[in-house]
């Protein structure tokens, strides 16, 4: 059963690792849409192509979040990420401990 609590572990770390990257992804879509919202760069052409789908499903299912120009849906999508680490990661890792 330990190569079962490994496999676990493995999956836990990995989506760790992701969501944290996916979180500094959001952070960063945030601070160049303060500073350069028009920007045609690749690399921020590539930042709104990997956060932006995740945006629009959130706007278009709470609308309310967008008020006066003011976007508050990068902070639903940090609730969210952080949610999944605390449960579904937390939760992989302890069942990962108990295969061992």
Excluded: K
């Excluded at 500073?35 to 192509?49: K, N, Q, Y």
């Excluded at 299912?61 to 969210?80: C, E, H, R």
């Amino acid at each position: 059963m330990f190569v079962a609590g490994n496999f676990l572990a493995a999956v836990a770390a990995i989506l760790n690792i992701v969501l944290r990257i996916y979180s500094y992804c959001v952070l960063a879509a945030v601070i160049v849409s303060w500073v350069a919202p028009r920007s045609v760069h690749p690399a921020i052409i590539f930042l709104r192509s990997i956060t932006e789908p995740i945006f629009y499903r959130i706007r278009r299912a709470l609308p309310f979040l967008y008020q006066s120009g003011i976007d508050f849906t990068p902070i639903v999508v940090f609730f969210g990420i952080g949610l999944v680490r605390m449960f579904v990661v937390s939760t992989l890792y302890q069942a990962a401990a108990r295969l061992q």
